[in-house]
């Protein structure tokens, strides 16, 4: 086990590299995702070998637009290097406090030991001795629980469950609970729920936590923060910042980005338990994607809805392109539904769906021009000679 980890140890760089190929225009946060997963895993070797000099844990926070890449950042990294520690992404806005129906913490532990499951039986030899069944189970159970301690939990739209400042006590009931076991399970504990569930068993101690979301309202509260500081500083005789003046709003979160991350008292003032807010390590942003960086996803992304609707056809036994025009016009449109990445996908369903419905043979090369896609033309589509794979096809009855 020791050595599979160091083998499978990577540089924050290395890491950067591999997830700047899938998500595009978010440097920043790539890097501190990228830095916070490799510090996690050399961490958690360090605490193996060292239990009496442990390295404290840093959880992260991730605010931006829905379609930004937040999660999806975490899920590539696991996609590409199988980590050697299990991972769950998980919807915050589903949790519910415990005892009540619907997933909570202890849940979401229990789904933890079940991926440790997966890194276990990739290699039982390494985990499990050649006993009897029942005793094998035991130590493959046991081997779960000690993977799923050092693992990773990714809330996402954890903003869903803040406290709102305005409602009332009863509105808020749930949202607090559910920060207050969030917290629980951050500051390190067992016995989390259910005696007889597996999670109940999981030491939370050293799980890194990464918390998401697009927190709509937040940049209003860090504004708000700015211009009260801003006044005072011209209260006192200091000079108004004039490149906010006059810039505005852009300008602000283009040339200010720095100052577009939350304090802690903004977080609270959000809707965050100080104490939750106390257990964040790290806060980074993923910024809106504007049209040039929704064609360069189409053109360069390993994770381009353009690439993947043409895979879909080359299972069938034709060739899928676009040109220039095309992608550009794509991504022109996806940008007004103001959905980030997945408004690509929203737009390219509408032209590729019908396409596919009335393609009935194979050896087509179909061509997706500009004009396919403002719905003047349908695609080009001629004989392709000379495709190289050919997989799968049509059912028929």
Do not use: W
């Not at 404290?56 to 937040?70: A, H, S």
């Amino acid at each position: 086990y020791e050595k599979e980890n160091n083998e499978m140890l990577r540089t924050p760089k290395q890491l950067t590299k591999t997830l700047q190929a899938s998500i595009i225009g978010q440097d920043t946060g790539v890097r501190t995702i990228a830095t916070a997963i490799a510090a996690h895993l050399v961490r958690i070797n360090h605490n193996r070998r060292d239990p009496e000099h442990p390295i404290k844990k840093d959880n992260v926070l991730i605010i931006g637009p829905t379609g930004t890449g937040k999660s999806e950042t975490v899920r590539t990294i696991i996609r590409e290097y199988d980590l050697p520690i299990p991972v769950v992404v998980a919807n915050a806005a589903n949790l519910s406090p415990s005892g009540f129906k619907n997933k909570n913490t202890e849940s979401i532990l229990d789904d933890l030991v079940k991926d440790a499951f997966r890194i276990i039986l990739k290699n039982p030899k390494d985990y499990i001795s050649s006993g009897t069944e029942d005793q094998q189970r035991k130590e493959a159970l046991e081997a779960a629980i000690q993977l799923a301690n050092q693992g990773i939990i990714v809330l996402d739209e954890v903003d869903k469950q803040r406290i709102n400042p305005v409602a009332c006590e009863d509105e808020n009931f749930f949202p607090r609970k559910i920060q207050e076991q969030i917290l629980k399970a951050m500051e390190g504990t067992t016995n989390l729920g259910d005696e007889e569930s597996h999670g109940s068993k999981v030491d939370t101690t050293d799980i890194l936590f990464i918390l998401c979301g697009a927190h709509v309202g937040l940049d209003d509260v860090i504004k708000q923060r700015l211009a009260n500081r801003a006044n005072a500083c011209k209260f006192i005789g200091f000079k108004e910042n004039n490149t906010m003046k006059k810039e505005g709003d852009a300008g602000v979160a283009a040339k200010e980005e720095n100052e577009m991350i939350p304090t802690t008292e903004d977080l609270v003032l959000y809707g965050y338990l100080p104490e939750l807010v106390g257990r964040i390590t790290l806060v980074t942003r993923y910024r809106h994607l504007m049209e040039k960086d929704l064609y360069q996803i189409l053109k360069i992304s390993k994770l381009s809805p353009s690439e993947n609707y043409a895979l879909m056809f080359r299972d069938i036994g034709c060739r899928l392109s676009y040109t220039d025009n095309a992608l550009a016009l794509i991504a022109k449109k996806a940008a007004t539904l103001n959905l980030g990445a997945r408004g690509l996908r929203k737009v390219l369903s509408k032209i590729i769906y019908p396409i596919y419905y009335n393609v009935e043979e194979t050896g087509k090369d179909i061509t997706i021009t500009s004009r396919t896609v403002d719905n003047t033309a349908g695609p080009i589509i001629k004989p392709e000679e000379k495709l190289t794979e050919k997989r799968g096809g049509f059912l028929t009855n």
